[in-house]
């Protein structure tokens, strides 16, 4: 289909949508940014902030209970607001290392990202993780050095430990002015003018004080003991940084950095102008059978998250759509691809900040919930008819088990479907060995399960007692014929066991069982991520280099 044949309302609707996820290590600051750019968005009137813990408020992007209490982030949300004649899908992600795999599903669902670096720290474990996920995909960043208002490290050594580190360009487009009790604001590079520095917590401010120009007199009476330094800073950064470059940045090689201080509102401003000014609007996307353009007419896109229990009162299940091309239209026919029938997509919400609202309009870019009532896994793709099949949705093999059994024996059939409504919407993975049906749980890190058990007290009323399994890791398998499965199952029945989808899982006791078995059986395919294709083990290989 020619471009120019698409629907001009269409094109243009697409034209203003950005979509984009919030990456850093744990308190870096990612959800306080998340907050101010709600804030500065017009989306909330007040900011929360994650530490305060016995406060009444909290961080809007924060609605599980356990995250309350510790005041981290454990789950993703979405959050959409309209800023400068666009609309923002804000997609915020787990930071605490434990949660990687469901920050992984989400980053698969945005067109940029915005990279949060504390100043103190600089660029740490889950950050070098997350920024190998987004190059496997050339995801666009952009980098906000946080927490100036603080002492910290050298800007300098920053920006080389970002360039050595995470291999990507530097492109400083603001220049900080002191620290800490003696930061004074920023440079603005790009348009050679200082914005001055003024601590304010909770509400937006509009009267940011802009000197112009680096050699105006104000300069010298303002700041008189820091002028010199930022003259020769600036001049030096002009002279040996890389120039802001549009097409290197959208082809993820090189980032634009700006410094600030999100808990006092400084800096956000810059970074939604830059969202809405260089970030890409929704892409063209593999749809398998071919590369699917966003302003197409025809509806289409995928799951890429579920969750469930987001109202406790209702016990609903919410499946996240990304719209990959076309128009929503309430109460829409779609096909469903997995398991080939049609669908009528009824009561679609869109999330608004901390609200969600029924949508009648929805397009490419934009991020739909679909009440689900089993039918909707990870991973699917719903189409106008045409078979697509969009990419790039893993489950990584844990290296955490449990075996999960009810203290109250009559709760044992509970038990069984909150797990297996959890294990389906991603927060745990869930396996049923099949030689004693019991339920064994897989993670990525130790609080999955804290979360995991937190949940099944609070939205399902079991207590249940987590045994340590003598496994250290699971593998999907493939076989080349039914033969070869019927004798391997035979042979290793007590190692089997079924994901919630019903695949077959081998769980090895250690390392060296695992490649003893592989030897043994080098015509089964032994998978580390739940997608077999070519491109996600190689993506799962990338992302343990």
Same mark, same amino acid.
């Given at each position: 289909m020619n471009a120019a044949s698409f629907p001009p309302d269409l094109v243009r609707d697409v034209s203003r949508r950005r979509t984009f996820a919030i990456i850093s290590h744990p308190d870096a600051g990612k959800t306080t940014l998340t907050e101010k750019l709600l804030l500065f968005g017009g989306a909330i009137q007040m900011a929360g902030t994650v530490k305060a813990r016995k406060s009444a408020r909290h961080a809007t992007s924060d609605w599980m209970e356990i995250e309350?209490?510790?005041?981290?982030?454990?789950?993703?949300?979405?959050?959409?607001?309209?800023?400068?004649?666009?609309?923002?899908?804000?997609?915020?992600?787990? +930071?605490?290392?434990?949660?990687?795999?469901?920050?992984?599903?989400?980053?698969?669902?945005?067109?940029?990202?915005?990279?949060?670096? #504390?100043?103190?720290?600089?660029?740490?474990?889950?950050?070098?993780?997350?920024?190998?996920?987004?190059?496997?995909?050339?995801?666009?960043?952009?980098?906000?050095?946080?927490?100036?208002?603080?002492?910290?490290?050298?800007?300098?050594?920053?920006?080389?430990?970002?360039?050595?580190?995470?291999?990507?360009?530097?492109?400083?487009?603001?220049?900080?002015?002191?620290?800490?009790?003696?930061?004074?604001?920023?440079? #603005?590079?790009?348009?050679?003018?200082?914005?001055?520095?003024?601590?304010?917590?909770?509400?937006?401010? #509009?009267?940011?004080?802009?000197?112009?120009?680096?050699?105006?007199?104000?300069?010298?009476?303002?700041?008189?003991?820091?002028?010199?330094?930022?003259?020769?800073?600036?001049?030096?950064?002009?002279?040996?940084?890389?120039?802001?470059?549009?097409?290197?940045?959208?082809?993820?090689?090189?980032?634009?950095?700006?410094?600030?201080?999100?808990?006092?509102?400084? +800096?956000?401003?810059?970074?939604?102008?830059?969202?809405?000014?260089?970030?890409?609007?929704?892409?063209?996307?593999? +749809?398998?059978?071919?590369?699917?353009?966003?302003?197409?007419?025809?509806?289409? +896109?995928?799951?890429?998250?579920?969750?469930?229990?987001?109202?406790?009162?209702?016990?609903?299940?919410?499946?996240?759509?990304?719209?990959?091309?076309?128009?929503?239209?309430?109460?829409?026919?779609?096909?469903?691809?997995r398991i080939g029938r049609e669908v009528k997509l009824s009561n679609v919400i869109t999330f608004m900040a901390n609200e969600r609202v029924s949508s009648d309009d929805a397009v490419a870019g934009d991020i739909i919930g679909i009440h689900n009532h089993g039918q909707l896994q990870i991973g699917d793709t719903l189409t106008e008819g045409e078979t697509l099949s969009y990419k790039g949705v893993p489950y990584f093999a844990p290296e955490l088990f449990r075996l999960a059994r009810p203290r109250d024996p009559f709760k044992a059939k509970q038990l069984q479907k909150g797990l297996r409504e959890l294990g389906e919407e991603g927060a745990i993975q869930v396996f049923e060995r099949g030689w004693n049906n019991t339920l064994l749980l897989g993670a990525v890190g130790q609080l999955q399960f804290e979360v995991v058990a937190d949940r099944l007290v609070r939205e399902y009323k079991v207590d249940a007692v987590y045994d340590p399994a003598n496994i250290a890791t699971a593998r999907w398998l493939t076989f080349p014929d039914a033969m070869t499965r019927r004798n391997f199952e035979a042979e290793n029945a007590a190692a089997m066991a079924a994901d919630v989808d019903d695949n077959p899982v081998f769980l090895a006791t250690n390392k060296y069982n695992l490649q003893v078995v592989m030897e043994r059986w080098s015509k089964v395919g032994f998978h580390s991520t739940r997608e077999h294709g070519a491109r996600l083990v190689h993506a799962q290989a990338a992302l343990q280099a």
């Open positions: 309350k209490q510790r005041g981290i982030s454990v789950t993703s949300s979405v959050m959409q607001f309209e800023y400068a004649g666009h609309t923002i899908n804000l997609l915020d992600t787990p +930071g605490h290392e434990d949660f990687s795999e469901d920050t992984y599903r989400v980053l698969t669902a945005v067109d940029a990202a915005v990279m949060v670096i #504390d100043a103190s720290k600089g660029v740490e474990a889950q950050t070098i993780k997350l920024l190998k996920v987004c190059r496997l995909r050339a995801t666009p960043i952009i980098t906000f050095v946080n927490k100036l208002d603080r002492e910290v490290r050298e800007p300098v050594a920053l920006l080389e430990e970002i360039e050595s580190v995470l291999k990507i360009d530097c492109a400083p487009i603001s220049w900080p002015i002191g620290m800490g009790k003696s930061f004074r604001g920023v440079f #603005d590079l790009l348009r050679d003018r200082l914005v001055r520095f003024t601590p304010g917590e909770d509400r937006r401010s #509009d009267d940011t004080e802009l000197i112009e120009g680096l050699s105006n007199p104000r300069l010298d009476q303002l700041f008189p003991e820091e002028m010199k330094t930022l003259r020769h800073d600036v001049e030096l950064i002009r002279g040996a940084s890389h120039p802001f470059d549009l097409a290197e940045f959208l082809a993820g090689r090189q980032t634009p950095v700006f410094f600030g201080s999100a808990i006092n509102n400084f +800096g956000v401003r810059e970074i939604l102008h830059a969202l809405t000014q260089w970030a890409p609007p929704p892409q063209p996307r593999d +749809g398998d059978a071919r590369i699917v353009h966003p302003a197409e007419p025809a509806f289409s +896109g995928f799951v890429f998250k579920i969750q469930a229990n987001m109202d406790p009162k209702h016990r609903d299940r919410i499946a996240f759509f990304r719209v990959c091309s076309g128009r929503y239209r309430q109460a829409m026919k779609v096909q469903h691809l």
